[in-house]
Each structure stands twice: as C-alpha cells, then as structure tokens.
C-alpha cells in the first residue's frame, strides 16, 4: 500500500517538472522601486496603473521572454531604496531596474547600479544631472531644470516682466528657481522677490501675503504634490491673486488627478510639466480611456503613470537589444543612446549623456463641462537640459 | 507706511486665528496634563478624527459647516470616553516614559486607521460659500473664514473660562489640579471627573481639527505634524493653567506668521529658538505662580 | 520601570548566556543567510543605536526624543570624511564619535537641568533645529538629496567592500561587539551602579553625596558617541546618508526599537532592532497600511502587559518555568 503510495507520489512529482518545464517560458526579471506607503504613496499608485497600461496594451512578453515584474517599497527613503536595489540585485537576480520618484533615491541607489552594472532608470526623479551619478542611468522623468525654463519662456512671451519665486527649500525648488530666474532675467525681466519655504510649514497664508505685497506680474512656483501643494495654491487663490497675476507652478502641483483636492479658487493657474493629459495623440487618448475605464475617475493621466509607462517603454526597448543573448548590461544601456520614439507623452529621444529631450507643456487650469481641467495651452517642443 | 501697516494687521489677524485653533486644541491637553498627570502625545489624534469626521459629514453626508464641526466634537468626546476607560486609566499610576509611549502607539494606530478610512492623501475641506469670500477690512483684505474662527473660538474660550471660573465643576477641576488628593477627601469623585474632563479636551480638540480643517489641511500624519505644536503651546503654559494656554498659543500663531512673513527663510528655526529658550529660562510655564505639589 | 536584578549586569568577568547569544548568533545570519546580509547590516547598525539609547535612557532615565541628532552627526561626519578623501573605515567611525562627544559635551550640561516634559520638548527642538539647518547647508549635507558617493578604501587594504555585503555586515558585527564590551564595562562599574541610582531616585542620591549632573553628562556624552559610531556605520555600509537620519521619526523609531526590546539591561536594544526591522520589512510587503496599525498595537501591548519588553517576558517566564520545576 505505502509502496503504492510512494510510486504514485514520484510519478505526480515526475509529471510536475515536466509539464512546468514545458510551459515554462524564459522569463527577465525588472524591479520595481517605488513609494507605494508613506506621504508618496500616490506616485506609486500611479506606477501601478502606468505599468499595468503598458501590459495591456504591449502585453508582457519581449524578444521572446517573459517580464516579470517585482515591486518593492522604499517608502520615500533613499536609504532604503540602495538597500532594497542591492537586494533585488542580489536575491531576485533582476536585471534592470525602475522607479524611484525621489532624486534623493536615484542619488542613493546609484553607486549600488554601477557595482552591480544593472541599468536603471527613474520613472520621475525631477533634479538635473542624475544621468552622470551613474554610467547605467537613463532618466525616464522630469528635469525640473527644463520646467524652470519653459515657464519662464512662458511668462516672458505673456508680455510679464516683474516676477516673484517662491518654491519650497529643498534641492528640487532651489533648482527650479534658479533655472527660471536665469532664463526670465535673460529674457530681460526683473525678479521682484525670492522665497525658499521651510518644507515644515504648514500655514502658507504669510507667503502668499508676501507674493501680494511686492506686485509682481508673474508668480513661478515649485511645492511637493500633497498638502503643501493644497495649501500653498488655496492661500494663493483666498489671496485673490490666481487671477489678478499670472502663477505658475513647476512641480506638478495640480496635476489633472489631484485636482478634486482643490476648491474652484485654482481655477485660472498655470503649469508647465512634459506631459498633459490633453495630449491629442491615439496613444495618449487610449491611455486616457484605459485608466478612466480600470481606475475610475480621478485616474487622470499624471506624470508619475505616464513616466512609467514610457519607463517601461525604454526597459522593453533595452531587453529587446539583448534579444537571443546573454543580458548584457553596457550594450543595454548602449543601445538606448539616441532611441527617438513617441512616447505617451509626445516625442522623446535619449540624448548620448542618458538625459532626455522632450517636449513641456504649458497648460492652465480651466472649467471645461464644469469640471476643472489642465488645458493645454502651448507646447515647447525639444527642449534639450 | 501703509505697506507696514498693512503686515501688522495681517500679522495679527492671520496670527490670532492660526493661534486661536491652535489654543482649542492645546487647552484639552493642558487640562488633562494638569489634571491627570497624563503626558497625552495621541491629543493630536482626536484633533484629526474631530477634522476628518466633521469633512465627511460635509462631503459625504451633505451636511452645512458649523452642525458637521459640532457633531463630529460631539462623537469624538463620546468616543474618547471609552478610549479613557480602555487605556488611559492604566497611565494615572504609570510612570511618564510608559505614558510616552503608550499614546505614541494610540498615535500609530490612529494614523492606519485613517489611512486605511481615507487613503494617504491629503482630504480636503470645502469652505461653505459664504464663508469662502473676502472681506475688504482696509489696510487688508482676509477671508471671512478666518474672522469666524476668531468669533468662534473667543466665544469657546469665554465659555470655557466661564465654566472654570464660575461653576462648581471648573472649582472642582481646579481643586483637583492643585491638589488630588485633598480633592478627593473633600468628597469629589475623581474619577468621574478625569472621564468627563478627558471627554471636554478631546471634544476641544476634535473641535479645533474640525474647526481648523480648511486652514490646517486634513492628513493621516496630522496626529504628528501638529503634535510639536500643540506640544510647545502646552509645555510654555505650564500644567493645568488654563488662562495662560490661550495667551501663549496667540503668541505661538504671532510668531510663526511673523517668522514667516518677514524672514521667510529663517521661519522654520524661530519657533524652535523660542521653544528652547524659553523652557531654559522659564521652565515652569510663561505665566505661572508656584502651586502645591 | 523594571528593574533587572543587580548580579546580572553587575559581575564583569562571567560572561552569560546573553553574550554568548550575542556572538553566535549573528555568526549564524551570516552562514545562513547570505542573501539578506545588507538588510543584516542594518540591523546591527540599529542594535548598535538602540544599544547607546538603552544607556541614556534605561540606565539614566533621561528621555530625548532627538538622539537621532547624534546618529545623523555620525552619518554625516563619516560620509562627509570619505569623500573629502579620508576613506579609511576605521578613521572614519572615530571622527564621527569624536564629534559626537563633543557637541554631546557641549550641549548637556545646559540641557540636562531639565527633565520632564521641558527636556523631552527641548531635544525635539535641538534636533528639529539641526535637522533644518543640515536641509540649509546643502552645500554641505547635499540637502534633500543627500550625500552620495561614500565610497571606502579596502579594509585592512585587504577586505573589499563587495556588493553582497560580506564585508559591511562583519565590520559592523565587529564594531557592535565592540561597543557592547565597552557599555557593559561602563555600566558595572560604581559609574553605573551610581547612574541606576540617580534614575530611581536623584534627590536621595545627591542627599547621599553622589554628585548627579555630572554622572548624567557622562552618560549622556557616552551614549551620544556609540550613536555616532552607530550613524557612521550607517552611512559607511549604505554609501549614502539623507536628512532622515536627523529626523524626528528616526529618534521615535529607536525608542519604539528599545522598549520593545526591554530598558534596562543593554540586551533590550540589540533584540528590539531585529525583531522591529525584520518585522517592519516584511510586514511593509505584505500590508503597506497596516503596518502603522500593527506597530501601535504591538506597543500598546508591551507597554500594558510586558514593562520589561520582550526581554521582561524572556525573564518572567523563564522564572516561572524556573519556579515550577522546583515545585516539582
């Protein structure tokens, strides 16, 4: 009987490997850093949506393998982030890597890439610069710097000459501003006042009274997405000045999927940022229709989904170079160095130092049907940081 | 001069009511500080229930502004009372370090459950129309949001100080402030009065959270984010002074929005140079005579 | 608060289970599981930390919700020493807890006047201010980016610093074992017996002539620099140091770490660590938003039904089962 048993077990165990070893695709791992706890928890969210987009509408297979994605969580710490990036390196055997909303983190988990020489790119890391912490580096993201500048443009083209910064303290702002007041002063404005907000406030009434006292035409801002954002736009707007002067933001502020959190006074605030959900391309209407549709809603098109989707087009775009061979990480990377292609977000093109050229929109908030909207307004077409 | 003029009263107006929520949810933990000997780091967590009930009442239920911010008081200072009769009554006796941590840990619950109830984003509080316009008062212009804060709250505050100075419970509160055990020979029931004066401060803070919403956005870390705050406003009281709590958190919100509109930069150190110095030189509290032990 | 019978922390010379523990079992992680050794790193850096907090806090009963202000000097001394040049790993760690002792030299005679609720409002403070100033001096600290680049010479000129963390969770180990000699050394000596007295009762003590300020500096400068040891092993392993050191969280996470572990008694810290971060790591994949429910939850029950942490609950039932078997 147990003898019986026995036969019987091995022949099931038998089959098993067989069978699994038949089905059994060859599969390539990529990891997935990003926040999906903590006070980014939305970026990730939205990395779950742009990935999931992408899947739907690529499917999952490349040269002939099968993606297998693994999420981890950094939890908006950098720490972590290198940590978490040796990991997968090390345990999960991935073979590139994406995510990674913070510079910080980009910044952390560089050297960890470079040892391990796994090309990885950030899906929204804003600060200039980061392709050169690492040979293995792509930017998928924003450069704050560029954002920075095209408002400027912006502004100098709207006839306004006197303009007022005011961003948050912290590298992200710093830069932004810079960027914008070297472009407005070239353009021959004045800079009429310059705050960097301590990341720690919580009452930006003082500021926005600030803004209003030195009569500027033009208002650049830069706060993180969340409550300062909320906070720092409403005391703009309760001030009166949304309309009265022209502000624009430069961090995705009010992206299209945050702005249920406002209240009408938003109404007439301008932004600049490489995408918008406005873009009148098949793609970008499809993208638009498949969140809605799976989402709900509020799942507008936002820089963190629209960075992964076209993320994950440039991590397709590095395995298929490898197709039918050993992954090899230089030539990966190598092969990526002038890939032009339209993106989710309009035409972009991998510059030789893995910076990215694409185009900034500048978009406005609007009633459109009675829902608030970001319009787009203009485009700037190439823009190389 | 008009330009001086005009920060001045921005200053104290935008100061007065960011100071004046700050105190309705600082007098609660002064009270049961003194009263109790309990250090209550989870105060701020009844502060952000108070706000994010009273903006789904509004949002969800449909309900006007000032009935949402009195029913969601209400439920939380109901609600305290069994969280006081599950935990806060094993701290009486406990040492500080225990009371420390114990509503630290009530703190990290509070903040899963509202991230769980409302996700991790920021829940934003719609102003009532007629109180979201401005108001032209002259040398500035503010929103009639904040003036009704003002009005609201020197109408609580007059009514808790009422309440301390004139009735037989503010006596009994005080007598059992100054001295419990006397208090307690003398036939009060203490521990009645620590229910009903732990259910008070946690409505006040709720109402302060409800009250203060749209101008302190709702989010789940708000328990943390306004704990220093709070924190700051009662050690600068002194425990159980109820008279010196208001005075001392008007000039809290004066510094902050000083700080804030003439040094901008340096606005995130002035309220933590304030905070050392003055518990270095005046460690008692800001106000304060000597009490019995 | 529990206090631990005096024999055991007091006989210098015998070496307990609880130290044997301490050198095997890390050895064991290190054999068996080569693949998770940078989050082992980890944790031997936060046993290390919660280590020095278990000596401010446990044996000198001052509680500062800012001793991560002494973690991130140690990160950042360290980080900022091996990119100006002076990578060796050793140098390092000792200019970071040098430092450390002296600004822990400078601030607590003033800071140690108050206790209570002044002193824990006051290390919040000090540690806020610090924290803003580090985000400030971004030409320093690198900011809200963070110092990136700490990359370190062989140690010994023999032992490479290779990505599977071979290296780093050893180094570590070795500093762990180290310090923890040294605080134990400290604490058994009349010093410590002197500075458990003070933390049960300061006004007899000084009635009995014990001069308390000073014993309370010592403690807290000692306690300051093996934090600072801590934070360079930190920004040594990571390669990377951000304003999170300094902040608020990371002080309340070592307390949480500490209590869970047990005050008192120096092992408390070094089995809190582990047991909060592998807990915290695992717990994050499975159930992002529960994990702050948890944690409170798991303190509210430590608090309420183990004073002594999980240590307390290692020894009562170890008593219990102890005084059963003499029944029999």
Redesign the interface.
């Known amino acids: 009987m147990t003898r019986a048993l026995r036969e019987a077990a091995w022949t099931l165990v038998l089959s098993g490997m067989l069978t699994s070893g038949s089905i059994a695709q060859e599969t390539i791992k990529v990891g997935i850093i990003g926040e999906f706890t903590g006070s980014f928890a939305t970026s990730g969210e939205s990395y779950r949506q742009g990935i999931d987009a992408y899947f739907a509408k690529n499917g999952d297979v490349v040269a002939g393998k099968k993606l297998e994605l693994i999420y981890r969580d950094a939890a908006g710490k950098p720490g972590d982030a290198a940590r978490l990036a040796e990991e997968l390196v090390v345990n999960e055997g991935v073979k590139v890597i994406g995510g990674l909303t913070l510079s910080s983190e980009v910044a952390a988990v560089a050297p960890v890439m470079t040892d391990a020489k796994t090309p990885f790119t950030s899906f929204s890391a804003a600060a200039p610069g980061l392709a050169a912490k690492s040979p293995y580096f792509v930017r998928a993201g924003q450069d704050v710097r560029a954002s920075g500048q095209a408002a400027a443009r912006s502004a100098l083209k709207n006839g306004k000459r006197h303009a007022y910064t005011a961003v948050s303290d912290y590298v992200a702002g710093q830069q932004a501003e810079e960027a914008f007041t070297a472009e407005f002063k070239a353009g021959g404005g004045e800079i009429v006042g310059q705050d960097r907000i301590p990341l720690s406030t919580v009452d930006y009434a003082p500021y926005a009274e600030r803004i209003a006292n030195a009569n500027p035409d033009v208002v650049q801002i830069f706060v993180p997405t969340g409550a300062p954002a909320v906070s720092m736009l409403q005391a703009i707007g309760a001030r009166g000045l949304m309309k009265k002067i022209m502000v624009i933001g430069t961090g995705a502020e009010a992206e299209d999927n945050d702005l249920h959190l406002f209240n009408d006074s938003i109404d007439g605030y301008y932004s600049v940022m490489y995408m918008t959900a406005q873009l009148d391309t098949p793609l970008n209407k499809w993208f638009r229709e498949y969140l809605v549709g799976k989402f709900g809603a509020e799942a507008l098109p936002n820089p963190h989904s629209v960075g992964a989707y076209d993320g994950m087009t440039i991590i397709a775009r590095m395995i298929e170079s490898q197709a039918g061979k050993q992954f090899d990480a230089d030539a990966a990377v190598a092969s990526v160095l002038g890939y032009s292609f339209e993106g989710l977000r309009g035409p972009m093109k991998i510059n030789d130092d893995r910076e990215l050229t694409q185009n900034y929109y500048l978009r406005q908030v609007q009633k459109v049907d009675g829902r608030l909207e970001n319009v787009l307004l203009e485009t700037f077409p190439n823009i190389k940081p | 001069m008009l330009g001086e003029m005009s920060s001045i009263a921005f200053i104290i107006l935008y100061g007065v009511s960011y100071g004046l929520v700050l105190a309705l949810i600082a007098i609660g933990l002064v009270v049961t500080m003194g009263l109790m000997r309990v250090t209550n780091l989870a105060h701020g967590a009844f502060a952000a229930i108070g706000g994010y009930l009273s903006t789904g009442l509004m949002v969800k239920g449909g309900m006007p502004f000032p009935l949402a911010v009195l029913a969601a008081s209400l439920v939380v200072a109901l609600f305290s009372i069994a969280v006081e009769r599950a935990f806060y009554v094993y701290l009486y006796t406990a040492p500080e370090l225990e009371q420390v941590l114990l509503t630290i840990g009530l703190d990290f619950i509070a903040i899963g459950a509202l991230t769980f109830f409302y996700g991790p984003n920021v829940y934003p509080t719609p102003l009532p129309f007629y109180l979201a316009a401005n108001v032209d008062l002259g040398i500035q212009s503010i929103q009639l949001y904040r003036l009704a804060v003002v009005a609201v709250s020197l109408l609580i505050i007059a009514a808790l100080w009422y309440m301390f100075d004139r009735t037989t419970l503010g006596a009994q509160i005080r007598a059992a402030v100054d001295n419990r055990t006397m208090a307690q020979s003398t036939g009060i029931n203490v521990s009645r009065l620590f229910s009903l004066v732990f259910a008070l401060g946690s409505g006040l803070a709720a109402l302060g959270g409800a009250l203060g919403a749209p101008m302190l956005p709702l989010e789940p870390l708000y328990p943390f984010k306004y704990l220093i705050l709070v924190l700051i406003v009662v050690a600068l009281s002194g425990f159980g002074n109820v008279k010196s709590v208001v005075g001392v958190a008007l000039l809290v919100g004066i510094v902050e929005t000083a700080g804030r509109l003439l040094f901008p930069s340096l606005s995130g150190f002035m309220i933590y140079l304030l905070l050392i110095v003055l518990m270095i030189w005046r460690r008692d509290g800001l106000f304060v005579t000597r009490r019995a032990q | ?1 529990k206090t631990l019978p005096r024999s055991s922390i007091l006989s210098r010379y015998r070496l307990h289970l609880a130290d044997i523990l301490l050198c095997v079992v890390p050895l064991l992680a290190y054999l068996l599981f080569p ?2 050794l ?2 082992g790193s ?1 944790v031997l850096v936060f046993a290390l930390f919660a280590m020095s907090f278990d000596l401010l ?1 446990g044996f000198a009963g001052i ?1 500062s919700l800012g001793h991560a202000a002494f973690f991130g000097i140690g990160a950042y001394t360290a980080g900022l020493l091996a990119i100006a040049g002076w990578n060796e790993a050793i140098c390092g760690v000792l200019g970071a807890a040098l430092l450390c002792a002296a600004v822990a030299g400078v601030a607590a005679p ?1 800071l140690l ?2 206790t ?3 002193l ?3 290390t ?3 540690s ?2 610090l924290l ?2 580090a ?2 001096a ?1 030409w320093l600290t ?5 110092l ?4 370190l010479r062989p140690l010994f000129g023999r032992f490479a610093w290779s ?3 071979e290296t780093k969770f050893l180094y570590t180990f070795a500093w762990l074992l180290v310090s923890f000699f040294v605080i134990r050394r400290l604490v058994s000596s009349p010093f410590g017996v002197a500075l458990q007295g003070i933390r049960e009762n300061s006004s007899r003590m000084k009635l009995m002539g014990n001069s308390v300020l000073p014993h309370l500096i010592i403690a807290f400068v000692v306690s300051a620099t093996f934090a600072g040891v801590a934070g360079a092993l ?1 920004a040594q392993t ?5 304003l ?2 300094l902040s ?1 969280d990371t002080s ?1 996470d070592v ?2 770490m500490l ?1 869970l572990g047990g ?1 008192g008694s120096l092992y408390g810290g070094l089995i809190g660590a582990p047991v909060y971060l592998i807990f915290k790591n695992f717990a ?2 499975l159930n ?13 029950v ?3 039904f183990s ?1 002594g942490g999980i240590l307390g609950l290692i020894e009562s039932s170890v008593t219990r089962f102890a005084g059963r078997k003499k029944q029999r």
């Open positions: 608060m693949k998770y940078a989050l980890m806090l509680l003033f006047r108050l209570g609720l002044p824990v409002m006051v919040v403070g000090m806020s201010i803003e100033a985000n400030k971004s690198g900011g809200d980016d963070g990136y680049g700490i990359r990505i599977s963390g930190w990571g390669g990377f140091v951000g999170g050191v608020l309340i307390l949480v209590v005050l994050q994949e992002p938003f529960y994990w702050m429910f948890f944690v409170g939850a798991l303190l509210i430590v608090v309420r004073r």
